[in-house]
């Protein structure tokens, strides 16, 4: 099984990637990062296949609002976990599932959300879903490199093992 990326990479090796990879999105502003990886989940969610992202940065609405503008509009299989520092109280606007983490630091939460939203994909037979996490960068700033290292070692072996297809964005 592959994934079909031709509608948001022009690179002729990734028009088609296998499931069960994960790849590491890096640009020099957050922006860029994001604004790509949203992109990937929203042309996946267009066709049918399940979306989660995970927000260290923004809003769980700002991230579900730019997921369906850019075209997964119509998909009923969107979850935005937002893992934003401070509290702040969760008002979901759109037919997303949304979720609320107390901080990025949390990462154990973040991984349970994780397993626990692609085991929801599998129970709704959704086969095929793109995971985001948007950003490290921010989970760099909360906890040490060895800490985020073994999460990301975790969260892909999670996605590999799915078959899914996993997005992480740093900025450089």
Avoid: W
Wanted: charged share 20%; hydrophobic share 35%; with cysteine.
């Amino acid at each position: 099984m592959t994934y079909d990326l031709t509608d948001t990479i022009p690179i002729e090796e990734l028009e088609s990637v296998p499931a069960g990879s994960s790849y590491l999105v890096v640009a020099p502003q957050n922006d860029l990062t994001e604004g790509v990886t949203i992109d990937l989940l929203a042309a996946g969610a267009s066709r049918g296949e399940g979306a989660l992202a995970i927000t260290t940065e923004k809003s769980g609405e700002a991230v579900e609002a730019a997921i369906r503008r850019q075209g997964g509009d119509t998909s009923e299989h969107i979850v935005v976990v937002d893992a934003q520092a401070g509290t702040r109280d969760l008002d979901p606007t759109g037919q997303a599932a949304q979720q609320r983490i107390a901080s990025p630091q949390n990462l154990t939460d973040i991984g349970l959300c994780l397993t626990n939203v692609t085991r929801g994909f599998r129970e709704a037979d959704v086969e095929r879903a793109r995971i985001g996490l948007l950003s490290l960068t921010e989970l760099f700033s909360y906890t040490g490199t060895e800490t985020v290292f073994k999460f990301c070692n975790t969260a892909t072996g999670r996605i590999g093992t799915d078959d899914q297809l996993g997005f992480f964005t740093i900025n450089s």
